[in-house]
């Protein structure tokens, strides 16, 4: 126990270690997090450090899984829900198809066997390539359509895996009652998310408590995630189902208080959950060779090269034709929704990163059939699934921002960043004049004191001065901006060393300082979220 509470605080210093050096060479953080596991796995002396699978499928997927789904816009997501399961089920499906016929054909393999390997290998994550989208300021569209993907292809790949070994196990397999079985699944586990999401919410509700609310948030992804799975499902279209439905319904349930407290703690939590993974991918280096001491290194790579390539070129084989083709055949549908340009196509072909998923399906793979005999090319497609990751994520991952400049596609979303702002400047404006209005009805319905009114008329003109300020584009009005939060910031921190100071000579009890000190830092954090926008 000693050992792996060590262990565990090591790989998190790896991580903040790992995090500071990637935040200052401008790289994304999972690349070197996953290139730091395998300088650890491979250094001399260092135990093997290997996963269970179940660690990754029932603790790991489903809060990250459902984090993404509760930030995913429902009207966006329900929007773009055409190429998103076109995607998330058509691609992933292909993808396992292609992978099947290249191993059959030029390794010779079993089809049933391929089928195993094409599932794991499938499912892109989106999490790497969405950080370093964001950062280069794709457009909204093309970041919606990946995070939506990423929120269903694991479902589809992992049912499809569990047919696979089923069929490699048995050794036989019925495509009309797998697709059955699929349909069954989707519709049972929708039913079951949106169950759980609706009694969460109710729940949480109920409690008016933000820490046994965020106990409960807690809790919703494994109570979505966890029956579905046990009685054969993914749980992860339940998991995606219970956090778009807590999305769309949430802000009407959930207090304040929770949010502000929830906000902090889901982000922390899936930070920390986020590079662990990608560490831990890295480590599967020392297992993985170990795993192929028995094998022909040549044969390897080049099966290696042949599965990776298939894997990479099926992405662009699926989405350009199902993007132009319909159109240039059905011009009522170019006319209703036009093709979009050859770049955003280009960039979401080349954005087929897989992870830690594809890894932890791997290791999950039955020592044994059904029949008693050893799964066969079992060490071999854990080689080739742990090659694809490294190859996608270390090559694709790191050539990302260099595609996207080459394409003219970096800052291509800034235009439309502007529109939200605008459109996030009226509805600002809209809801102080309602609570103008709202305020000028209570003076008439109650007898409210003169000076009450005056100082909420004074803080409704304070936050009116603000919005204008957001509206001002040009430089002097934005440097004016930039001093006053500069100023603000100042006058923060003198107010702090005096309470502190007054702390200190025994003027002030600690209660009283920490009540004065939250009411700072929120107000620090609303001037720093101001100078991000401005940044962004």
Excluded at 330 to 336: G, K, Y
């Amino acid at each position: 126990m000693i050992t792996a509470l060590e262990t565990l605080v090591f790989l998190l210093a790896v991580v903040a270690a790992v995090a500071f050096v990637a935040s200052r060479l401008g790289l994304a953080s999972p690349i070197l997090l996953v290139a730091a596991g395998v300088v650890i796995a491979l250094a001399p002396g260092v135990p093997p450090l290997v996963i269970e699978p179940e660690f990754i499928l029932l603790l790991v997927l489903p809060p990250v899984i459902y984090t993404s789904a509760v930030a995913m816009s429902w009207r966006e997501f329900q929007f773009n829900l055409r190429p998103i399961l076109l995607l998330a089920i058509g691609c992933v499906v292909f993808t396992t198809i292609a992978v099947s016929a290249a191993t059959n054909w030029l390794l010779g393999w079993p089809w049933a066997v391929g089928f195993v390997l094409g599932a794991i290998v499938s499912p892109p994550d989106a999490l790497a390539p969405l950080a370093i989208a964001r950062r280069m300021q794709l457009p909204r569209r093309i970041l919606v359509i990946l995070e939506g993907e990423g929120l269903a292809n694991d479902a589809t790949a992992l049912v499809l895996y569990r047919f696979a070994v089923a069929a490699v196990s048995v050794g036989s397999f019925s495509l009309a009652q797998a697709g059955e079985t699929f349909t069954i699944i989707i519709v049972s586990e929708i039913v079951w998310g949106v169950g759980v999401g609706w009694t969460m919410l109710r729940l949480r509700r109920f409690m008016r408590d933000p820490r046994i609310e965020i106990t409960l948030s807690l809790v919703t992804p494994f109570l979505a995630y966890w029956p579905p799975e046990h009685l054969g499902g993914s749980g992860v279209i339940a998991t995606v189902t219970a956090g778009l439905y807590i999305s769309w319904n949430g802000p009407r349930l959930i207090s304040a208080a929770t949010r502000l407290q929830g906000v902090f703690f889901w982000d922390f939590f899936i930070y920390l959950i986020e590079g662990l993974v990608f560490l831990f991918t890295g480590l599967q280096a020392q297992a993985l060779l170990a795993r192929i001491q028995n094998h022909s290194l040549y044969d390897l790579a080049v099966s290696a090269a042949l599965v990776s390539l298939v894997v990479i070129g099926a992405r662009f084989v699926w989405i350009f034709p199902l993007t132009y083709l319909p159109r240039w055949l059905v011009p009522p549908l170019a006319r209703r929704r036009p093709a979009p340009p050859w770049q955003w196509s280009f960039i979401t072909s080349f954005t087929g990163v897989r992870g830690i998923v594809s890894l932890a399906a791997a290791l999950a793979i039955p020592i044994a059939t059904a029949r008693g005999e050893p799964f066969p090319y079992r060490d071999a497609i854990f080689f080739l699934a742990f090659c694809v990751v490294m190859v996608t994520l270390v090559f694709q991952g790191a050539m990302l921002p260099w595609v996207i400049r080459k394409l003219g596609l970096a800052k291509a979303g800034m235009e439309e960043r502007l529109l939200d702002r605008a459109e996030e400047i009226q509805a600002r404006r809209l809801a102080i004049d309602a609570s103008s209005a709202r305020l000028a009805a209570l003076v008439e319905e109650r007898e409210v004191p003169e000076e009450a009114t005056l100082s909420f008329q004074a803080q409704q003109d304070y936050f009116l001065s603000r919005i204008r300020m957001k509206c001002d584009i040009e430089e002097e009005r934005r440097a004016l901006t930039q001093l006053h939060d500069e100023i603000e910031l100042e006058l923060i921190a003198a107010e702090r060393d005096a309470i502190n100071g007054m702390l200190r000579e025994g003027a002030l009890k600690d209660e009283a300082r920490r009540r004065i000190e939250r009411e700072l830092d929120l107000r620090e954090a609303d001037v720093l979220n101001r100078r991000n926008e401005r940044l962004g």
